[in-house]
């Protein structure tokens, strides 16, 4: 069945640092991709996401790239502040039932 | 006002228990769906209805069951709470077919002693 693999944390940065988290998937099909991020105390939003392969999905100086060759949607963003505090899930979509398969989660904090 | 609300928001219980949790959400959606989440697990879908009149397992639904009271009502049970459902609950809803991106509720967290 599809999965989604995504780097351990925690991740503990300082501000201004860059930020990656490495998410790799396994899909039948041609799934979308999503990178959701849980602040402190609230439920999931949408950061970004990308429906095919070699979209770009970007929001809030976060980016991530569907890489079909390599399977993998790794999110990224050059200089972190401390409001990015969170943890972040990679998730991908079946095309055909649209249900949500999430990642472990990586826990990123940001020190100032 | 939140689009998707859960209540309640925090909920201790003993063993044995019957529990609900409910889901209300004035998005218009169709699709509605349980997960919980674990460290280190991410979230594990449990249930999941596409209309009022279609309820589906997810992964993990041993153990729960759900009522679809209307388009905009979805609850969680544990008819006889034990230890190892203490964990954050979320509800989501989504558009329909080829809209899938979801939208979360700011979830229950449910401890059973």
């Known amino acids: 069945g599809d999965s989604v693999t995504q780097m351990e944390g925690p991740v503990t940065l300082s501000e201004e640092a860059f930020l990656t988290i490495n998410c790799t998937y396994t899909?039948?099909?041609?799934?979308?991709l999503f990178w959701y991020v849980q602040y402190p105390g609230e439920g999931l939003q949408l950061l970004l996401k990308?429906?095919?392969?070699?979209d770009k999905g970007s929001n809030k100086g976060f980016e991530a790239t569907y890489r079909k060759e390599t399977t993998s949607f790794h999110l990224e963003k050059g200089s972190v502040q401390v409001s990015d505090s969170a943890v972040y899930f990679c998730?991908?979509?079946?095309?055909?039932?649209?249900?949500?398969?999430f990642g472990a989660g990586t826990t990123v904090t940001v020190r100032a | 006002d939140a689009d998707v609300t859960q209540t309640p928001r925090n909920r201790i219980t003993k063993t044995g228990k019957r529990i609900m949790l409910e889901c209300s959400q004035t998005?218009?959606?169709?699709?509605m769906y349980w997960y919980r989440q674990d460290p280190g697990l991410g979230l594990r879908l449990i249930y999941y209805?596409?209309?009022?009149?279609?309820?589906n397992k997810g992964e993990i639904s041993d153990g729960y069951s759900v009522s679809r009271q209307a388009q905009a009502k979805f609850s969680l049970s544990l008819e006889s709470a034990i230890p190892n459902q203490t964990a954050l609950y979320f509800c989501?809803?989504?558009?329909?077919?080829?809209?899938?991106?979801?939208?979360f509720g700011p979830g229950t967290r449910l401890t059973v002693l």
């Open positions: 989501a809803t989504s558009a329909g077919q080829g809209a899938n991106e979801q939208f």
């Open positions: 899909a039948t099909g041609y799934p979308s």
């Open positions: 990308a429906t095919k392969a070699d």
């Open positions: 998730a991908l979509s079946d095309r055909n039932d649209y249900k949500l398969s």
């Open positions: 998005k218009g959606h169709d699709r």
């Open positions: 209805s596409f209309d009022v009149k279609d309820i």
